[in-house]
């Protein structure tokens, strides 16, 4: 039976693998730093701060949309990019009969799906004709939840929330 020894090129010592137990650990926290960093920069927060107070004013969303659907309002709009790249957003509400909304403040918000960051608000300005509304925003195409509520006074009215497309 022929046993050959290997040589060690380097003799294990305390300190070598103190050495390489910090530099493993130091990789790994660099990277979980660089994650965190990573992770901090791109989400923009919840979309409820208090999930326990989403449940309370559940009962009084309710309540507002019947109201609303009890007005049969006819609020229609269009958004649509002009020559100059702006979006631009044009409303017009009517009442039960068809008739113009006079007396109405009107608000908007181009509001981003994922990240509240990237929400663009809408300044709204009332038309010749009541119950008509325009304003224009810088905006980047993409898909958008457009937001578009309704005052008379401090009380609002209506609300009304859909998915866009801008190109």
């Known amino acids: 039976m022929n046993v050959q020894k290997t040589k060690w090129r380097g003799e294990v010592t305390g300190l070598k693998v103190l050495l390489w137990l910090l530099l493993f650990f130091g990789v790994i926290f660099a ?3 660089v994650m965190v960093e990573a992770a901090i920069s ?6 409820t701060k208090s999930s326990y107070q989403a449940g309370l004013m559940f009962e009084q969303n309710v309540a507002d949309a019947q109201r609303q659907d009890a007005l049969h309002w006819q609020v229609s709009g269009t958004l649509a990019r002009d020559k100059t ?3 631009v ?3 017009s509400v009517r009442d039960a009969k068809g008739l113009p909304l ?9 509001a981003h799906p994922a990240n509240e960051r990237f929400d663009h608000v809408i300044s709204l300005q009332a038309g010749a ?3 008509a509304f ?3 925003v810088k ?3 993409g898909q958008w939840d457009l937001i578009i509520d309704l005052y008379r006074g401090d009380a609002r009215l209506f609300r009304s929330l859909s998915r866009v497309s801008l190109k």
């Open 134 to 136: 325009h304003g224009a």
């Open 89 to 91: 957003l044009d409303i």
């Open 139 to 141: 905006a980047p195409a």
């Open 102 to 110: 006079a007396g109405l403040r009107a608000d908007a918000k181009l």
């Open 42 to 47: 791109t989400f923009g927060g919840v979309e």
């Open 31 to 33: 990277v979980n730093g």
């Open 85 to 87: 790249g702006l979006a």
């Open 129 to 131: 004709i009541g119950g």
